[in-house]
């Protein structure tokens, strides 16, 4: 009687919410798997197409494998962002004096609305007016300004940078949090034992961090999957494809050239390399993804 | 001694660093140069706030900011009666428990911009397009936040719930009582995030509004853009504006937040 | 299936969502990127509804990269905005996606209306024979050039063939410092002008099959990248959006833009040098140029053609276009409303009046519009590689033959 209440209670509490995820996240993905299969456009019916957008995918289109190749770079541009955080956390996580001011200011960007942020970044990447130019040839180290986000090598790295000073201070606090929750006895009892401070950080607070890095890991792996906004406006997958991100490109091939069969191919595509890289990430941390769950 | 100031070197480096796009925003906002002069000025010329003006005339600005505000207020009300009743389910035992949360989590995996078009039109079916419920519809529950309310909860010591449903409090009750008296940091980061993210969403109300009075600060700034392109100090004077009442709220609220944030993000 | 009824069963409801039915009739007109009319528009709408009692518009404006997923879910939705203006090759796209109605039944009933019009730029939308769009406001490019520069170089005159094009540029980016000599828009098609100029045609007659893939077209390419590696042709030219390449020639030290007109009065604004003694404007060799057009159509989901069409022919009509014209000192296709422009600004700005003068001449010669149902796509798989050989990373045969078998793949598709 009262578990079957209470089977009532938890149903009623998930109901709401899972109500919205069903809406907006579940039907929509079952929506893109079924027109992947299929050939359709507003005002057309849909025909069935087989494995036709996917053989497309992955035989004929190049672009495609150069949105991936370019996720990934993103993707691999976490870590290093994640290794800056930490850096900075350790750096503040002590009763140094003022550490909440720096804390605040390098956590500052992360709530800035996306587009704003392209704007702000846009415009100091500018060959005349932007801070980055001037400041490298004051400096000395350039000569000539560099168009960074019309430039094939630098576009990329330069959305990178932007991003990465955008989520620093998200993975900073996760970090933070992680190395306060490590119980100081251990180091004390390291201390003891004359293990020098690198050793320290690598048999302790490395291993100790585990599930704050793999939450960071897994953030940075959706941002790098979702990071929209940000192309969108500095470049918008250009120059050529060279900051095209698979999210930029399912956009472009349903928006721009109104092909959202192709685009509900490249959907499932990336969410089955999304849930792949996901199960690695959780294997690759010993099988309980404990950070989340 | 020393060291300490190594580490405050350091940290001010990177402070320099992290509000060096801040500063450059704000001083081509109030500037009246011609902004592609080259080289530019370090400080503001002859600063001013002709920009604001320009801006405060060219968008109604007083009414996008109410609607953003009002979408803001309506998503983050969502996400905390919302989160915190899934979040409460969640520390729960049932059957089922185990997929309820592989699906929640597989639910992050997939992009916005792949879902507008049914999104669109199941918020057509419902009635919702151009309103304000519509507009906070989808951001009306958030997976992430939903964590970190189970990892607060999680953290309450089991005693705790035990006595009180001896007392013979119902599981609202408990929630309500016990459990949310308990969770202000978890409080705290819901009411940032879901401000931050409904306040900062783009792509969903450029679709589903049509009137001028439904539009939202982020629209502003496209409708802004297709007056002035960015060519001069107008447009950085608007992002000024729109960045600014979110990173109030931030500001704010940021000790409770994150200590929410870190509390959910690796208990439990 | 279930997608099916699940569509079928949303564009049911949303036709009897109580925002759409309204008591009187409403009609939606999208436009593109035009808010700075937005005074102009609301007399137009108060006027129309005087003629049209109980009709009420509903006026929508997007960004141009907004306008599209706008369009498209509001297709979807079975809601679309009655009248739409669309910008370049979108229209016929959209036109064989089938979203648009097809206006030539009432062009042919009122030969007047369809008389208003310059006929080049009215047939820019005409596919499979029949009018999809009828002209709003319309642009088309012309050769900006920098007379101080051309006098520094000793350079008469502007260029009346490539070759000579080319060693002007050359002339005027070895004038050291910033300098460079020539610079181009690259959106849309806006750079073919180039390559028709030396008889190099993008796709076969009858628009099924890529043609470019020449000796003639390989060696432009390697002419322009040669310069492009020098300072006879500004990079940007390939990589550049709008602002950065016009910022660079408001500049001052670029010889030669190719730009459509709407370009001049963003570098009046940016230029302070800019004056009739200093910016000097004429034809591309060839008198090639090519037209970025804004037009108005229908949606083929309206619910009242006619009184769509009216509205069209409202806004088209000779009061209204005049209005646009003169506010916007923009040309608007409607031929005697632009030759009444044309001799109101004739004595009082000089260089404007030039500028616009280009845009009336030469209507035959317009290339880089051809009316294809897959034009982005085409585009897509076209200039990705034109870029490569342009910017020296891939040489031009390699980059030609890619870019024929990708073309030719989009027109296969499609």
Known sequence: MRSRRRATVIACFLAPSLLIFIVYRILPLVWNVVLSFEYWSPLHPATWAGLDNYQEMLQDDDVFWLALWNTLIFLGSQPVAIALALGIALLVNSDLKGASVYRTIVFLSYPLMTVAVAIIWHWMYNERGGLINYALRQLGIIHQPIAFLDSFAWALPSIIIANTWQVLGFFMIVLLSGLQNIPPHLYEAARVDGAPAWARFFRITLPMLRPSVFLCLVIGMLNSFSAFDLIYVMTNGGPGHATELLITYIYKQGFVSTRFDYAAALTVAQFAILLLLTWIAHRAVGGNAGAIE | MRKLWWRHAALIVISIIMLAPFYWLLKTAITSENIYEYPPHLLPVRPQLFNFVDVWYLIPFPRYLFNSIVVSLIAVAGNLVLNAMAGFALTLPFVGRRSVIVLLLSCTLIPFQATIIPAYLITAHLGLLDSYLGLALPLLSTIVCIFIFKASFDAVPRSLIDAARIDGLGEMRILLRVMLPLSTPAIATNIVLSFIWSWNNFLWPLIITRSQDMQTLPLGLARFLSYMEDTTGALYAFVVMVLAPGLLVFLMAQSAFMRGLTTGATKG | ?414
């Open chain 3, 1 to 414: 299936m279930k997608r099916r009824t699940f569509l079928a069963g949303t564009a049911a409801t949303a036709l009897t969502t109580p925002a759409i039915a309204q008591t009187s009739k409403k009609l939606t007109f999208l436009s593109w990127n035009i808010v700075d009319q937005a005074d102009l528009f609301k007399t137009w709408f108060a006027e129309f509804g005087k003629l049209h009692p109980g009709v009420e518009i509903e006026w929508l404006d997007k960004k141009g990269p907004d306008l599209p997923p706008f369009y498209q879910t509001q297709l979807a939705a079975g809601t679309p905005p009655d009248v739409v203006d669309l910008q370049g090759g979108i229209g016929v796209e959209y036109a064989a996606q089938g979203a648009l109605l097809d206006l030539t039944p009432y062009l042919a009933k009122q030969p007047d209306v369809k008389a208003r019009f310059n006929a080049d730029y009215l047939g820019n939308w005409v596919w499979e024979g029949k009018n999809w769009l009828v002209p709003f406001y319309v642009a088309k490019s012309l050769l900006f050039y920098n007379k101080s520069l051309f006098k520094k170089a000793g350079i008469e005159a502007p260029a009346t063939s490539f070759d000579e094009l080319l060693t002007q540029a050359e002339k005027i980016g070895a004038g050291g410092g910033d300098q460079t000599g020539f610079l181009t828009l690259n959106f849309d098609w806006l750079y073919w002008a180039l390559f028709r100029m030396n008889d190099v045609e993008l796709l076969t007659p009858d628009l099924k099959q890529p043609a470019f893939d020449t000796p003639k077209m390989i060696e432009t390419i390697e002419r322009l990248a040669k310069g492009t590696a020098g300072t006879a042709i500004n990079k940007i030219s390939w990589t550049g959006r709008w602002v950065e390449p016009l910022g660079a020639f408001a500049s001052g030290q670029v010889g030669m833009l190719n730009a459509h007109s709407s370009a001049y009065f963003f570098l009046k604004g940016q230029g302070a040098w800019i004056n009739p003694d200093t910016l000097g404007v004429a034809e591309l060799p060839g008198n090639w140029s090519v037209p970025t057009l804004h037009g108005y159509g229908i949606s083929k989901g309206t619910k009242d053609p006619d009184l769509a069409w009216a509205f069209v022919e409202f806004c088209t009509a000779k009061k209204q276009a005049q209005e646009m014209a003169d506010n916007r000192r923009i040309l608007t296709g409607y031929t005697e409303v632009d030759d009444t422009l044309m001799d109101r600004i004739k004595g009082q700005e000089p260089l404007a009046y030039a500028v616009l003068k280009t845009q009336l001449e030469h209507t035959d010669k317009l290339c880089g519009n051809w009316p294809l149902p897959s034009d982005s796509r085409v585009k897509d798989a076209f200039y990705p590689e034109l870029q490569n050989a342009l910017l020296g990373r891939k040489d031009a045969k390699t980059a030609m033959k890619e870019a024929s078998r990708k073309v030719a793949r989009e027109l296969r598709r499609a």
